[in-house]
């Protein structure tokens, strides 16, 4: 079936050693023309029609080395089999897709999936869309997304593991780990490609595409460091980002590919360019044309370039003129063929897997809902509103436009998850408690943004017959995502206005919020008594909350990004640094307590906006519980150690309430005076358990000095000794802290 394996009698048992893989690659380039090299640097789509009318002829001249958004089963194997069985050298595709959480089961977004503080899960997660995506012949996904994100107004936060660097780094881990299994050329593993490097994250204003400004110091102390933690667990590949830093546009960013990914970080995986990435490098104003562009993008290190030509029309002439050198192409090559083969598609034909799932595996349903049951996060319980109490009520009313809405529960990047298989909150309130309780469902408005608010008096009327109401708000799918930016991050539509009335009710109001992204919630966090911030849960989303609703299991997930009180307060996260005025309650000054014609005074001298609180609405690390755990006894292994020396801090923690319920222990750490000026908390450690009613453990956490090491003012990573505070509780606001000192071996 390919050309490699009639000179190797045992490909499969040695396909795995780098050296024999290397020697493969050898020799396989030893055969190949320019024009066959430069085929492999392109990742080409199909035009109209059936995917091999447009993409077989390239396939079958060696032109094309990957196809990206081909899907169906036939189409893929169809065009394997042209690579292999007509092209000269019959080298396989590359068969690329956006499996971002999940593929025909869908689970949380990742940005909801980093709210379970479960590398495991999110792990399983991951290995179950490679799974599925495998069965059709998928190869390659662009995930896992690993740009730090503290902007919610841009649209791809829904995509990120959030604001914080200890928190990615586990998770950026987890999700390579889950896509490439044990092995790429195991069946069910594809290769990760992690993007989008580097910076995206900051786009100015979250704006998507827009610009970045970030200081040298911040993109390595915060930007990069998901990047290698996903490189260290053997990402296959890496896309560079739309964005430009500092006048660069990362896709021809030789100081980042070149410097950090190759020389600093020994990275051994292809580089593929973003989307038409290649060309835009002249929009940008970096190039003045095509040509020009492919020049850059390849001599910065862009191996691959996704969807658009310039490398196709450009790259041989390039090289025969000398701009690119030879040496250029073949690393490009060497890196792409050396993926091809350590996913074994040399070795067993190209589209691995035997027969396409059609039904979603039992597995794959259970994943997808405790990652969304533990992705859930409970952010207010007034009263313990929350769990709902069958045996108390005898009617609820289930209002609002996500209650019912089965595919707008499934978030952005589902091109290929079975809406089919969604179950909605309403349904899974119905599944749950439908035979014990009187449902009385309302959506009141047609959409998440609807302004027309016809629905409102059906949907007073139920809440008024019913004993308690859950409210379903939010944002629909196509409100997040790339290139669905918003400035103003309220519920959209009338939802506001429908809270208010619900509210003059007089019922107990719980309500399930389903978005993309943080939202900012002021204004109805009075008007509810309890809410559930439940993301875009995915396809199991309504059986998990309905379990949440009703106490079949606590609430446990944690803000993975810290909730503003309004869009002014953005950029707003935990691990800011203190600045020379920070606020205290006694520093601020309130808007309405400012005398008219008051002298011109520094007010509180403090940094703080007049017209807001200066605190979040919901802490990173915040999440609420059905049950009450304690922390106590926080205790250091040493109060002074060497910096060769591990310190052990642990606490107590004690489930004081009344049920069953898993807690994510947090560690953060202080580094009050450096040679930078550093974060006022830094998260260091955490761990998920559960905890039986009454039951006690001590949950202990190892330091390293170099856990706390950062990129210092010469440009490397620095330790130093000094003094640390440390803090360890269930949020970033935790109080329970110790004080130690690392001191020169
Ligand atoms: C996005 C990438 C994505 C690619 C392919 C681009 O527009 O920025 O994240 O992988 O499209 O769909």
């Keep these: ?137 998928i190869n390659w996904t662009f995930a896992p997304m690993l740009d730090i994100a503290r902007d919610p107004r841009w649209g791809r936060i829904a995509e990120s593991p959030g604001e914080d660097v200890f928190l990615a780094n586990r998770l950026a881990a987890a ?141 041989a002439e390039a090289v025969e003129s000398g701009v690119v050198a030879p040496e250029t192409v073949d690393a490009a090559v060497a890196r792409i063929l050396a993926i091809k083969f350590r996913l074994g598609l040399f070795d067993s034909p190209p589209d691995k897997v035997g027969v396409a799932a059609q039904a979603a595996s039992d597995h794959a349903l259970e994943v997808a809902e405790k990652a969304a049951r533990q992705s859930v996060v409970l952010l207010q319980n007034r009263d313990g509103a929350l769990p709902l109490k069958p045996s108390e009520l005898s009617s609820l009313a289930v209002i609002g436009p996500l209650a019912d809405a089965a595919y707008e529960q499934l978030g952005t990047w589902i091109f290929d998850g079975d809406p089919e298989r969604s179950i909605s909150v309403l349904a899974g309130i119905r599944a749950r408690v439908g035979q014990h309780l009187d449902l009385l469902h309302e959506p009141a408005l047609a959409t998440s943004r609807s302004r027309e608010t016809g629905g409102f008096d059906e949907a007073v009327a139920a809440a008024r017959r019913a004993d308690a109401v859950v409210l379903c708000l939010g944002e629909e799918s196509i409100l997040s995502g790339e290139a669905h930016s918003r400035a103003d991050i309220d519920l959209p539509g009338a939802q506001v206005e429908l809270v208010r009335r619900i509210r003059g009710c007089g019922k107990p109001v719980v ?30 989303g309504g059986p998990a909350i309905a379990d949440l609703l009703f106490g079949v299991e606590s609430p446990s997930g944690k803000l993975p990004v810290t909730f503003p009180r309004t869009v002014g307060q953005i950029p707003l996260y935990y691990n800011a640094r203190n600045t020379g005025k920070p606020p205290r309650p006694e520093t601020v000054v309130n808007i309405d307590e400012i005398p008219v014609r008051a002298p011109q005074t520094s007010l509180g001298m403090s940094a703080f906006h007049l017209d807001v609180d200066h605190t979040p609405l919901f802490a990173f690390g915040h999440g609420l519980s059905y049950t009450r755990f304690e922390y106590s006894d926080l205790r250091l292994s040493a109060a002074r150690l060497p910096l060769a020396d591990a310190l052990i801090v642990s606490v107590r923690l004690r489930n004081a309430g009344p049920c069953s319920a898993e807690e994510v222990v947090q560690l953060y750490v202080r580094d009050p005076v450096a040679s930078i000026t550093r974060p006022v908390r830094e998260l260091k450690g955490f761990q998920r358990l559960r905890l039986a009613p009454g039951q006690a453990e001590r949950v202990e956490f190892q330091l390293h000095a170099d856990d706390l090491s950062f990129y210092g003012r010469q440009q490397r990573r620095v330790v130093e000794p000094g003094r640390f505070q440390v803090w360890i509780g269930g949020s970033s606001n935790a109080e329970l802290g110790g004080e130690f000192e690392w001191v020169e071996n």
Aim: glycine share 8%; hydrophobic share 45%; aromatic share 6%.
């Design 1 to 137: 079936m390919c050309s490699m394996t009639t000179d190797d009698p045992h490909p499969a048992a040695v396909a795995s050693t780098s050296t024999r893989i290397a020697d493969r690659v050898a020799a396989l380039m030893a055969r190949m023309s320019l024009e066959e090299k430069i085929g492999q640097m392109v990742l080409a789509q199909p035009g109209e029609g059936p995917p091999a009318d447009t993409l077989g002829g390239p396939v079958r001249d060696g032109r094309v080395g990957a196809i990206v958004n081909v899907v169906e089963r036939d189409a893929v194997s169809e065009l394997q089999r042209i690579a292999v069985a007509e092209s000269r050298l019959g080298i396989p595709l590359l068969v690329g897709r956006d499996v971002i959480h999940g593929f025909r089961t869908i689970l949380p977004i990742p940005l909801g999936q980093a709210a379970s503080w479960n590398p495991e899960l999110v792990r399983a997660a991951a290995a179950v869309a490679a799974q599925e995506a495998a069965e059709v012949g």
């Design 175 to 315: 999700m390579v780990q889950g896509f490439q299994g044990e092995s790429l050329a195991e069946p069910g593993s594809i290769a990760a490609c992690v993007k989008h490097f580097a910076g995206y994250g900051a786009v100015e204003s979250g704006r998507d595409y827009a610009t970045t400004n970030i200081p040298e110091n911040e993109l390595h102390n915060v930007y990069l460091p998901p990047f290698k933690a996903a490189i260290d667990q053997g990402a296959a590949s890496l896309m560079t980002s739309f964005s430009d830093l500092d006048g660069i546009p990362a896709t021809a960013h030789a100081g980042l590919l070149r410097e950090v990914l190759r020389a600093q970080w020994s990275f051994d995986g292809f580089v593929v360019s973003d989307w038409h990435s290649i060309p835009q490098l002249s929009v940008h104003g970096l190039t003045a044309d095509d040509r020009e562009a492919a020049v850059a993008a390849a001599n910065a290190g862009v191996d691959m370039e996704m969807a658009s030509d310039t490398y196709a029309r450009h790259l």
């Design 511 to 540: 309500a399930v919020i389903l978005a993309g992204r943080p939202l900012t919630l002021a204004n109805i966090v009075d008007e509810v008594d309890a809410i559930l911030y439940a993301w875009h849960p995915g396809s199991m």
